[in-house]
Structure formats: C-alpha cells, structure tokens
C-alpha cells in the first residue's frame, strides 16, 4: 500500500548515512492540505529517527531538524506537525 511505501522511502532517507551525518534539516513535512490533523510519522520513519538521535555517529546521535509553520496560510498549525514535535 502506499503508505507503507512512503514510509519505508522516508524512513530509509532517514537512517542515510547516520554515521556520518550530524544535523540532517528537512525542510518538508506532511501535506498542508489537512489543517485540524496531527501528521503522524509512520512507524518505521519514527524508528529510523529514534536510532539515528539515539546510536547515529557512534552514540553521539545525530539531531533531525523539521521545518513546522510552512502551511499557516492553509490553516496548518506548526504544534499539530507530527515531524516536527516527535520528541
């Protein structure tokens, strides 16, 4: 199914490279079309998170950092982005 699809392709974006990588910034997020919803991440893309913050770089973690607010003009409010309000 496609959200399996998308979560997979987001969460395997995700764990790219976490030995190295310190600060990944993404600077995108759910769609802005849905202004009342909380955005979940999907379960393997909390997973790769949770192991890159966690055990990335050898156990220093690496910090993810999620754009949240780019969707005020559609009524989105940055506090309901499941990306940016993870941890």
Request: charged share 10%.
């Amino acid at each position: 199914n496609g959200t399996n699809q998308a979560d997979n392709f987001i969460a395997s974006a995700l764990a790219w490279r976490n030995d190295t990588i310190a600060v990944k910034v993404c600077s995108w997020g759910p769609p802005d079309n849905q202004p009342n919803a909380l955005m979940p991440m999907g379960t393997l893309t909390r997973t790769a998170v949770t192991n890159g913050a966690l055990s990335g770089r050898g156990g220093l973690g690496v910090n993810f950092v999620f754009a949240a607010g780019n969707g005020r003009a559609n009524g989105l409010q940055g506090n309901k982005n499941g990306y940016a309000n993870l941890m």
